[in-house]
């Protein structure tokens, strides 16, 4: 069985300071990660993936995430903050890409001005 | 385009009510999930159909949850006897095809036993 961690259930970056999400995962076969973000009464929207192919993917709104596979961690990372970043960050892993999907508890994203 | 749509987007039911949440996919899209989302946590796997076929079921709480797609396109999450339990935003998403990684998520419904 595969699980997700997700370090810190609020994070706090001021406006145009680097953005970091950190996710852990556990998988007993390779795994395929992703990052969603949920904004309020919402449904999620997929901000990157991992496939197995470049370890550094790049994403929507400017955020990366790399794959480690010896810290077996995929964090999300963004050089500069914008106040419409602030929202819920969820990591989450699939053993065979297209099956159902297994979330971290989430972050939340907080932008101070 | 449209996205995937979920109705009602809020329901409260008295414990014990019977309730049914809809899902309408991407038109087009093969595969169809379900999640269960508790105040403050993340997504929880409840089931997955490939067209019509129900292909994962593991992650029902109890057989009091039933999930149907019967034509291959629309969804039905059906909760029996609700329970106080039951209560959180129940979310849809679909996929293209079997080998599509990106889910596209419906809104969610909001179920609230009282």
């Known amino acids: 069985a595969q699980s997700v961690t997700q370090l810190g259930s609020h994070v706090s970056v001021s406006e145009g300071a680097l953005v970091l999400l950190r996710c852990n995962y556990s998988?007993?076969?390779?795994?395929?990660l992703f990052w969603y973000v949920q904004y309020p009464n919402q449904g999620l929207q997929l901000l990157l993936k991992?496939?197995?192919?470049?370890?550094l993917v790049k994403g929507i709104n400017g955020f990366e995430a790399e794959f480690k596979k010896s810290e077996t961690s995929f964090h999300l990372t963004k050089p500069s903050a914008h106040m419409s970043d602030a929202a819920e960050y969820f990591c989450?892993?699939?053993?065979?890409?297209?099956?159902?999907?297994?979330f971290g508890k989430g972050t939340h994203l907080i932008i101070q001005p | 385009g449209a996205g995937v749509s979920q109705s009602p987007r809020y329901k409260v039911a008295k414990r014990g009510q019977d309730v049914a949440l809809r899902c309408d996919p991407i038109s087009g899209h093969v595969s169809l999930f379900w999640y269960q989302q508790a105040l403050g946590q993340g997504p929880e796997f409840l089931t997955y159909f490939q067209n019509e076929a129900q292909l994962d079921k593991s992650g029902l709480p109890s057989d009091r949850f039933f999930a149907e797609r019967p034509e291959g396109s629309v969804s039905t999450l059906k909760i029996q006897r609700t329970q106080q339990e039951d209560s959180a935003v129940y979310l849809c998403?679909?996929?293209?095809?079997?080998?599509?990684?990106?889910?596209?998520f419906g809104p969610g419904t909001r179920l609230t036993v009282t």
């Open positions: 998988s007993s076969v390779p795994p395929y």
């Open positions: 998403a679909s996929t293209a095809d079997r080998v599509s990684y990106e889910q596209y």
């Open positions: 991992y496939t197995s192919a470049a370890t």
């Open positions: 989450a892993v699939s053993v065979a890409g297209a099956d159902g999907l297994t």
